[in-house]
């Protein structure tokens, strides 16, 4: 299976046209559908379904894009690293994060290294800890932060000295944005914006010991990935998200407010990346930035 073949696919699959995606390569539109066709027939699995104006993918299909554009991306960060190996230290460093205030931190490590080196590019993905471990396993990442309690055994980290603080995002009008701090009998009987990641955890961590006995009675109407789109849906009244402080735009001229918890709910933040890891020399450079900038940290790295 060529690496050119599978961008082949993933133009395809992108354009869901043969002849869009034949005139973005500069190929002919029959030696496209054989080039297709011959991935097929090596994999042994239909890719598309194919009418007359355009291309869906099948459910292997799907699956092939996902893996392909894990390999592509692979490829393309191993061909950087390679070129960054010179002199002049240049070259990407990825970051994954979930949505934190403490990325302030890391950006400033970030500004300082630009000063000196301003050929190093930085590439941040966002997610929740699943994504951002899968991402750093498979070394699509060099660098991750992961909110407290987090699975560390596979990887080296420093402790940020940061805590998030847990609290209720809400509408400026809504009846609790009156109080100073949410309690968890505040929350039983109204309709709850819950982080997926939190969602799934929160029975097993000190959210359900916060809560108490009447945990399992939340009623949780809506689930996110990201802040930005939770703060829509509290917007337009859906109902009350469960969010970290300063991830949610609630200035003045904003209609949103935050609570913080009472007792108060504050998690821990580890900055990972793999035991055992290679880092290009950008990478290895921004490491040991962050090792000096974060001198009172704790560190098993």
Not at 103 to 126: E, F, G, T
Request: aromatic letters at 8%.
């Amino acid at each position: 299976m060529e690496l050119r073949v599978l961008r082949y696919f993933l133009t395809v699959a992108r354009e869901g046209s043969i002849t869009a995606a034949a005139d973005f390569l500069h190929v002919t539109q029959p030696t496209l559908s054989r080039q297709l066709k011959d991935l097929e027939l090596e994999l042994g699995k239909k890719l598309f379904t194919r009418s007359r104006h355009r291309v869906i993918l099948t459910d292997e299909g799907i699956l092939l894009r996902k893996r392909a554009e894990e390999i592509i991306g692979m490829v393309e960060k191993l061909e950087d690293e390679f070129q960054a190996m010179e002199e002049t230290i240049n070259g990407d460093i990825y970051i994954g994060s979930g949505e934190t205030d403490a990325m302030k931190q890391i950006a400033r490590v970030a500004k300082d290294l630009q000063s000196n080196y301003p050929n190093i590019r930085y590439h941040l993905y966002s997610g929740n800890e699943d994504d951002v471990t899968e991402r750093l396993d498979k070394g699509l990442l060099d660098f991750g932060i992961l909110i407290q309690p987090a699975d560390l055994s596979k990887y080296n980290y420093i402790e940020i000295p940061a805590k998030d603080v847990w609290g209720v995002v809400m509408r400026k009008d809504s009846p609790l944005a009156s109080r100073d701090t949410i309690q968890a009998i505040d929350l039983l009987n109204i309709p709850l914006i819950c982080s997926r990641q939190p969602l799934k955890t929160y029975s097993k961590n000190e959210f359900a010991d916060w809560f108490g006995e009447d945990f399992d009675k939340l009623n949780v109407v809506t689930t996110y990935n990201l802040a930005y789109n939770a703060a829509i849906m509290v917007e337009e009244g859906i109902g009350y998200a469960i969010a970290l402080d300063k991830i949610v735009n609630t200035s003045s001229d904003r209609n949103l407010c935050f609570r913080p918890l009472e007792p108060r709910l504050e998690s821990g933040l580890n900055f990972v990346w793999k035991k055992h890891q290679v880092f290009s020399k950008a990478a290895e450079m921004f490491l040991k930035e962050i090792q000096e900038q974060l001198p009172n940290s704790l560190s098993n790295g």
